[in-house]
């Protein structure tokens, strides 16, 4: 059990707007902080957050609570694994009458392996040279905990003379099992980084192959402790800096935040291998700084940040977008001694929304005029997407760029005129991703569940009614066309699971022939998304699980 003593000095460490804040979006609202409520739908916030009381109510649902009350609630967990999941967020050690707890056993594997990896990296000359030749310091290295993961045998090896269990290594996220039922070290031959909560805990690790492994990059599972869907790198090392500049610089990766914080830049973090999402925007929102995107200019690169640009543009945030020239990366840039050149770059980024408004146009050939209507198509669908006033400031802007009246985006259309542009637009229907879709829009709580396991290019034409559906926006004509289409059936949850399993079923296998079609992979690619497909994902599916996006997988 916990003492009770224990219990009370964690709960004089917390702040209410700090827990809920890493959840949902809260915004000021005199001596309180308003939200939607993350228990009940709504459009209009009746969710409020006492930092005087110290507690939260809702004047639409009735719920309330302090911030156990909270986690419990939105975990679906018990009053003790509530405070230990508390006490892994700030990083606080809590005493038990006796044993201990999963959460305290994963925090100390973590850390017992942190230190081992750290040494690693004294003896392994090839991390060394590779980190001296993308230019970073000994102290940042020392400054971001930079290790290195030996072969599996020597981390089995070790594990064995800390005494830990294999099975708390698999529950920290340092060993896997494989379908033969054997224990593999997941970082084996990789330069760590270790990743942190806001509040400082250890909660896993990313690392990077120096040994040609397909997979460039992997981080840490999701486990009790990490979440890399609400977790940003280096975030708890920027967050004193965040708060005093207004400012926060995202980034891609773990190298490109540890060279802008060499360079002076001490408010850059970075995703977790994952696009930004709304996740994010809670933990983004703490300070209510500018966020600034700071992406490479490849092609992966600006469809992150246009993806990104479009959340933060919608979710009311300011900032803008920086596409690093000539396909480098921020790390690359400040490398080479162009730290002022960068400089130059953030301080001139392009404006959010105007950002995705030109992107938006630049897809279509705007020539044309059955073009042109589709890039105005999307256009109207993002501007809806942002409150009112944003909305009327920016029309002006997304007629000019398309050369037509800013009338035409107050134009009204009924549901018959929806219907027909819907079918004049859809150029293959799929009626099993129709249904899955109209499922959404008539149950938006289902909506969390399959975002993890979709992607844009699984539903090709119908990613941007997703889009739609996710920001409820109902005024998309296609969207209205599925809502007003009786044909379309509306799944059970079940039946949304079945339909789901299937089409993941084909887009991975349709993924699998075209990389191993694809001259431009390398063979080591190929035997990787090969054995990925047909040894992982696969059987997944077959056996009922809905598989997570990776990625880093999909060529």
Not at 132 to 157: K, L, N, T, W, Y
Not at 261 to 281: I, M, N, R
Not at 513 to 526: C, G, I, P, T, V
């Amino acid at each position: 059990m916990i003492e009770q003593s224990s219990i009370e000095s964690l709960k004089s460490s917390m702040d209410i707007v700090d827990v809920v804040g890493n959840y949902i979006e809260l915004k000021k609202a005199g001596a309180n902080y308003k939200a939607n409520c993350p228990f009940h739908g709504e459009k209009t916030p009746s969710f409020v957050v006492s930092p005087s009381k110290q507690i939260y109510h809702c004047f639409g649902c009735g719920v309330g609570g302090d911030a156990i009350k909270f986690v419990m609630e939105t975990e679906h967990i018990n009053y003790p694994e509530a405070i230990e999941k508390l006490a892994s967020m700030y990083n606080f050690s809590l005493h038990y009458t006796q044993g201990s707890s999963d959460y305290s056993e994963a925090k100390r594997v973590l850390e017992v392996m942190q230190k081992w990896y750290s040494h690693g990296l004294s003896q392994s000359p090839v991390s060394q040279e590779y980190l001296r030749g993308r230019a970073i310091a000994q102290h940042s290295i020392e400054e971001f905990g930079v290790g290195f993961v030996p072969d599996g045998q020597q981390v089995m090896d070790y594990l064995q003379s800390q005494h830990i269990p294999l099975p708390q290594a698999v529950e920290a996220g340092v060993l896997a099992r494989g379908e033969d039922d054997r224990y593999y070290a997941r970082l084996s031959q990789r330069i760590t980084f270790p990743i942190y909560s806001p509040n400082g805990a250890l909660v896993g690790f990313g690392g990077r192959t120096i040994s040609n492994h397909p997979a460039k990059y992997i981080n840490s599972p999701q486990t009790k402790l990490f979440n890399k869907s609400r977790l940003l790198y280096g975030y708890h090392r920027a967050k004193e800096r965040i708060y005093k500049q207004k400012e926060i610089i995202i980034c891609e990766g773990y190298l490109d935040v540890i060279m802008f914080h060499q360079a002076g830049f001490k408010t850059a973090v970075a995703t977790l291998g994952t696009a930004l999402t709304e996740e994010h925007l809670p933990l983004l929102r703490k300070g209510e700084p500018k966020v600034i995107l700071a992406y490479d200019g490849d092609k992966a690169g600006v469809a992150a940040a246009l993806k990104a640009a479009k959340i933060l543009g919608s979710h009311g945030f300011e900032g803008g977008v920086v596409l690093f020239p000539g396909g480098q990366d921020p790390a690359d840039l400040i490398a080479a001694g162009e730290s002022e050149r960068a400089a130059t770059l953030l301080r001139e980024a392009a404006p959010l929304i105007p950002f995705v408004l030109e992107h938006i146009a630049a897809a279509y050939d705007t020539a044309n005029p059955n073009q042109k209507e589709l890039a105005f198509g999307e256009m109207k669908t993002y501007l809806s997407s942002l409150s009112p006033i944003v909305k009327d400031a920016y029309t002006p802007t997304a007629a000019t760029i398309l050369g037509i009246s800013a009338a035409l985006f107050g134009a009204g259309r009924d549901n018959s005129q929806v219907k027909r542009e819907f079918a004049e637009h859809e150029t293959k229907e799929d009626p099993e991703w129709q249904s899955i879709l109209k499922t959404l829009i008539e149950t938006p709580s289902l909506i969390d569940d399959v975002m993890d396991v979709l992607s844009d290019d699984m539903l090709g034409a119908y990613a941007p009614l997703l889009g739609s559906i996710v920001g409820n926006d109902m005024t998309h004509p296609g969207v209205m066309g599925l809502s007003v289409n009786v044909q379309i059936p509306v799944l059970t949850q079940e039946e949304l699971r079945r339909a789901l399993l299937k089409q993941l079923e084909i887009y991975y296998l349709r993924k699998f022939k075209q990389a191993l079609a694809d001259k431009n992979l390398s063979f080591e690619k190929k035997v990787y998304i090969r054995n990925k497909i047909q040894k992982d994902i696969i059987p997944k599916l077959k056996r009922g699980e809905l598989v997570p996006y990776e990625s880093n997988i999909i060529i």
